[in-house]
């Protein structure tokens, strides 16, 4: 007797869903900027509009083909890995840093970096197509909230007509992240700076890198940026850069 076809149909879904559950995410490109760690990352995409990064592109994907029409979008979607946030297992709840870490909400309800599948979501600006680098094709992009090494799984194109919902409500995190701070930047460590990086890191030091819930006055913090190491303290709203140190 033949299968029905409504039989036939229900195999072929067990099937694609047995290999859906077999699929294995490899990186389609990687992140190319001055963050060597997570410290002092923007905390979400689109917050630091010159923060420039370059996205190479894995060998067995450097086609120009699949970036035909791309030259067309002004911005793109990045599906990409916490590659330096790796945990066994998961918490339902975490605290996130913008209830000062005193109150516990779902992981589906955060971007926290801790969750069941490590994967993040980011909206970037397209500056340009690069075919000429030695990588080539690569692209360059902003607003960028990954460090250097961030594999990339997918790009999408934004597309404004469905991406954007100006009445769209965002549950605690309402509304942007508190007043930046004041930064006081002595004239022979800015020295030190590229001048090309001056703003963007500015931009950084204003917005807080310090990690959630770190209050002490007296400690100095420090991150790396465009091979130096910056180093400061944050005391009654303002930042000050007590030393830059060029990292070898």
Known sequence: MRPCKHFRYTEKRRKDVRRMDDV????????????????????????????????VFEPEFRNSDALRGLEDYTHLWLIWGFSENVREGWSPTVRPPRLGGNKRMGVFATRSPFRPNPLGLSCVKLRSINLNDPSSPTLTITGADMM????????????????????????????????PLTVEFPEHWLKMVPGKKRATLMQVLAADPRPAYQENPERVYGFGYAGLDIRFRVKDGVLTVVEIVAVL
């Open 24 to 55: 294995k995410l490899i990186p389609v490109a990687r992140i190319r900027n001055d963050f060597i760690s997570k410290f002092g990352l923007p905390r979400q995409s689109g917050l630091i509009q010159t923060l420039e990064s370059t996205l």
């Open 148 to 179: 250097n090494g961030t594999p990339v799984y997918d790009i999408k194109p934004y597309l404004p007509y469905t991406d954007s919902i100006p009445d769209a409500v965002g549950g605690f995190a309402h509304g942007a992240p508190e007043a």
